[in-house]
């Protein structure tokens, strides 16, 4: 049974960093992405960043060049650094895995999801 579980979220000024994590367990195939997903009160879920089976990354361009994805394959983990925060970055923040689709940063295909880890930052 595949289990992601998130950490790191928290409350920040604006201009401020935080690292998320996501530990992946379970797998025994490889998924064609995994990445990161936010959803703020009120709006749609995006996709923020993610990696596919192939490294290639894909970023939304809300947050290129502040957030940057990477993964430790040994240490079966994905990470989000995110630096140069703002108040518009305030969601609950998920880790998302898809098996087949290398439409990455679409929530429509996604199969597996942790429980979210939330991330606040004020004005």
């Known amino acids: 049974q595949v289990q992601l579980v998130e950490s790191g979220g928290g409350s920040v000024q604006a201009g401020g960093s935080l690292r998320l994590s996501c530990v992946a367990s379970?797998?025994?195939?490889?998924?064609?992405?995994m990445g990161w997903f936010r959803q703020a009160p009120g709006k749609e879920r995006e996709g923020v960043a993610a990696?596919?089976?192939?490294?290639?990354?894909s970023v939304a361009e809300s947050v290129k060049g502040r957030f940057t994805i990477s993964k430790d394959n040994a240490k079966n983990t994905l990470y989000l650094q995110m630096n140069t925060l703002k108040p518009e970055d305030t969601a609950m923040y998920y880790c998302?895995?898809?098996?087949?689709?290398?439409?990455?940063?679409?929530?429509?295909?996604?199969?597996?999801w942790g429980q979210g880890t939330l991330v606040t930052v004020s004005s």
């Open positions: 998302a895995a898809n098996r087949y689709s290398y439409d990455c940063l679409s929530p429509n295909f996604l199969d597996a």
């Open positions: 379970g797998y025994t195939y490889s998924p064609s992405c």
């Open positions: 990696i596919d089976r192939d490294g290639r990354l």
